[in-house]
């Protein structure tokens, strides 16, 4: 692979309270546990020595801080198509309680009531997608997991429903780019933790 196509780095968030429960957290705004602010230090170390043409944030707190954190505060601009997937009535809820009322539920496939459908969240991506594509050189992101996976989908030219496929932790980081040329877009690392601690 040429090291002077772009290179885009996505930074899923540390991990907070709902996180650790596996609650369903899109627009709620919820801060970093303690063991979130410490990984997502550890992503300042993980990211020394590469240089961005670009940094984006979420709006909300836990990217921003895991930004901040990651050494990147001063410069990164909020981006809010970047906001997390907006579950609507499923917010707060993990997959089992959905499910004990729709067994067939997937959250890639069918959105969620009172909020955002798949369609919705892939045109978002969408718009991320051709923002960071307009960007000479690489690009540094920090956003929370459902949308980053989206995002992946919509830069493979896939459904947003691939999505389901890329399983992301806190606080990793992955690295999307092309092979050959532009107009050959690929995954170049997907959800490296080998930074973060227990």
Known sequence: MSESLPVVYLARHGETAWSLS???TGVTD???TDRGERNARRLRERLQGLTF?????????RARRTCELAGFGDRAEVFG???EWNYGEYEGKRTEEIRAKRPDWQLFRDGCPGGESPDQIGARADRVVKRIREVQGNVL???SGHI???MTARWLGLEPLAGKYFLLSTASLSALGYEHELSQPVIRL?????????
Do not use: E, M, Y
């Open 22 to 24: 596996g609650q369903h």
């Open 30 to 32: 919820l801060p970093l």
């Open 53 to 61: 043409a670009k940094v984006f944030t979420s709006p909300l707190q």
């Open 81 to 83: 198509d970047l906001v």
């Open 141 to 143: 992101i920090f956003s």
């Open 148 to 150: 980053l996976r989206v």
């Open 190 to 198: 997907w959800n490296d933790t080998s930074h973060v601690g227990s």
